[in-house]
């Protein structure tokens, strides 16, 4: 699974670097000086900085907004809550435009100059000089690992929900989306496709566990390094607007743990269905009845101990788990009161 990662990212890599030749290149623009006082230079370049595809390997400006804009979390210039309610809106609408087939590539490109007008100059001006390639979207994809395909996630939030620290806890719609577009949190079985942030199509219907859902999906992405660079853009998107709508209070952290501790649950119903003989069906209608996974088997006759142990060897795949993790996992997705499978934002 970790080399089939690897592949992908490089391949999206490539893929996404291609893509900048055909982007528009954003020439940095000019002001007045008169506006300025003598000897504020560096503030005046700060100030009509625009972002541009002028150097190397560079990323296309909107995926350099989002990635840039993360990387800002850790530091002075990120985004506080004032700020957030004027871009949620906007990246919303950057969302949904950029999964359309119908949309313009001159819309998008309006769109992503609004959005860094709407950005403080000296925000802007710090991630034009970050310089952001192929190389850095590589390397934040693949400290998330398995997580891009459906894992804990990859919120970035601290206690207050307003700074920003890496967290695999929550994920409310998805790692990186929440109301965003329910990406990688892990869409219940069997929904693989449709809205934006979706896994692509197509990846073995509802009889997978989440290991071999992960590897059918790495392998279909290994072949197309098109969809891989917009699967890793698309997921990036749906985290930053994870964060904003937490900095903005549209959702909470517990409401984004609520929401992934039951999507996780629903991630592994095909493989209770197929160890237990249950249909999917009616393990889906007990959870959405507020029951247990545990609750709906033991209902219905099945062995329950059966389910924990196929759980847990389907986790022992993943290097990121030691057993005590595999076992707190293992207890949540017996153990969470089940609810109405939550709906990915359109």
């Known amino acids: 699974m970790k080399k089939l990662i690897v592949t992908i990212l490089g391949i999206a890599s490539v893929a996404l670097l291609a893509s900048c030749g055909s982007a528009a290149s954003e020439a940095g623009q000019t002001s007045s000086a008169a506006a300025a006082p003598a000897g504020q230079t560096s503030s005046v370049a700060s100030a009509v900085t625009q972002l541009n595809e ?11 907004l989002i990635l840039g804009s993360m990387k800002l979390e850790d530091g002075d210039l990120a985004v506080n809550a004032d700020e957030a309610a004027k871009l949620l809106p906007l990246w919303q609408a950057y969302q949904s435009l950029s999964s359309s087939d119908t949309t313009a590539e001159a819309e998008l490109q309006a769109l992503v100059k609004q959005i860094q007008g709407a950005m403080q100059p000296d925000q802007v001006a710090a ?3 970050m310089k952001l390639t192929g190389d850095d979207i590589t390397a934040t994809m693949q400290a998330m690992g398995p997580e891009l395909f459906g894992g804990g996630g990859f ?21 990186f989306g929440g109301g965003g577009g329910g990406f990688p949190g892990g869409a219940p079985p069997g929904d693989f496709g449709g809205g934006p942030g979706g896994v692509p199509g197509g990846f073995g219907g509802d009889q997978q566990d989440p290991s071999a859902r992960e590897t059918a999906i790495a392998e279909r992405l290994t072949q197309d390094g098109g969809q891989a660079a917009s699967f890793m853009t698309r997921g990036l998107l749906n985290q930053y607007i994870t964060s904003l709508q937490l900095k903005t209070g549209d959702v909470t952290q517990e409401d984004l743990q609520a929401q992934q501790a039951q999507r996780n649950v629903f991630r592994w119903l095909p493989l209770a269905a197929e160890t237990t003989g249950i249909p999917v069906e009616t393990l889906q209608e007990a959870l959405a009845g507020g029951s247990t996974l545990a609750d709906a088997i033991q209902a219905q006759g099945g062995d329950v101990a059966t389910v924990e142990t196929a759980i847990s060897d389907s986790l022992k795949d993943n290097p990121n ?21 939550p709906a990915a934002t359109p």
Do not use: F, K
């Not at 002028?54 to 350099?64: G, I, K, R, T």
């Not at 919120?155 to 790692?175: F, K, L, P, V």
């Open 321 to 341: 788990l030691d057993q005590q993790a595999i076992d707190t996992e293992v207890n949540a997705v017996l153990n969470t009161a089940g609810a109405a499978q």
């Open 54 to 64: 002028d150097y190397e390997n560079a990323l296309p400006v909107a995926s350099q």
């Open 127 to 129: 991630i034009a000089a």
């Open 155 to 175: 919120n970035r939030t601290d206690s207050t929900g307003s700074g920003a620290t890496e967290s695999g806890a929550a994920g409310g719609g998805g790692g």
